[in-house]
């Protein structure tokens, strides 16, 4: 959504801030997954800037990648794996930085997307959406200057660092977003999960391979309104079962239900 007082705030900020985050998978490693039904990794205490970084991704000019927060786990064999996110409610930890820190908003109302690939992770320079490699990649797909950032909640699409290396790619999977359909205009957003619980949760079948999960809000309206408060979110990676396997095991449970209503029958005479 292009908004001329967004982007004085957002240009106000850079200038009064020493650096803007990177993507960064710092401390959202959900680890190494064999496909072994029943692993699972939640990761808690996380936040995302606004409740609407997510949704932002699904309009004609993109969004910011600041906005949304990335996650990455890693597939040794293919498998059944969902995906949750919720909010959280928590008080970030004193530092000497931030002594009195400030409670984080438990109301955001997630969405997340899946992709195949990674960004760049050290020894490497991080990715951001506005170094002039990252604006040139906006440019060529998007438009010169049509797009407020490199995130593209349902589509593939790429970023790089400052040193200008090889683009990371973010192949899209899917996505899935709380709530029962968001509409800003444009038509019905896919992927709403039909409830409205401030949570959400998708499965996918995913072969070996590096995953990316970007999280963030869902509430479009809510990227004018300053200042923009964090939110909390709290994320679970688990392998499931196949749906084939749950099919059989409700049939097996059917058999051994008729089998014992079978035998507690009187015999007849």
């Known amino acids: 959504m292009k908004n001329i007082f967004k982007y004085t705030l957002l240009i106000a900020g850079m200038t009064s801030l020493p650096a803007m985050a990177h993507i960064s998978y710092s401390g959202r490693d959900f680890g190494t997954f064999d496909g072994t039904i029943g692993q699972t990794n939640t990761i808690s205490y996380n936040s995302a800037t606004g409740n609407f970084g997510w949704i932002d991704g699904t309009d004609a000019d993109w969004g910011d990648s600041h906005k949304v927060r990335?996650?990455?786990?890693?597939?040794?064999?293919?498998?059944?794996?969902r995906i949750t996110f919720q909010a959280q409610v928590f008080t970030p930890v004193p530092t000497a930085a931030a002594p009195n820190p400030v409670p984080v908003q438990g109301g955001i109302n997630p969405g997340f997307s899946l992709y195949e690939g990674l960004a760049h992770r050290p020894p490497a320079l991080l990715d951001h959406d506005f170094g002039a490699g990252s604006t040139a990649i906006r440019d060529a797909v998007g438009g010169v200057g049509m797009t407020e950032g490199s995130f593209r909640a349902q589509h593939d699409w790429s970023i790089t660092n400052d040193n200008n290396d090889p683009p990371s790619v973010f192949t899209y999977i899917g996505s899935a977003y709380d709530g029962t359909g968001i509409n800003y205009g444009t038509g019905l957003i896919a992927g709403a999960d039909g409830v409205a619980d401030h949570m959400v949760s998708k499965t996918f079948h995913l072969a070996t391979g590096d995953y990316s999960i970007f999280v963030g809000g869902t509430d479009y309206a809510n990227q004018n309104v300053f200042p923009q408060l964090q939110y909390g979110i709290s994320g679970t990676v688990a392998v499931v079962p196949e749906p084939e396997t749950y099919t059989m095991l409700l049939a097996g449970l059917g058999l051994m239900g008729a089998i014992v209503r079978?035998?507690?029958?009187?015999?007849?005479?």
Do not use: K
């Open 70 to 81: 990335p996650y990455d786990f890693h597939l040794t064999n293919a498998a059944d794996v």
């Open 262 to 269: 079978r035998r507690n029958e009187p015999d007849s005479i």
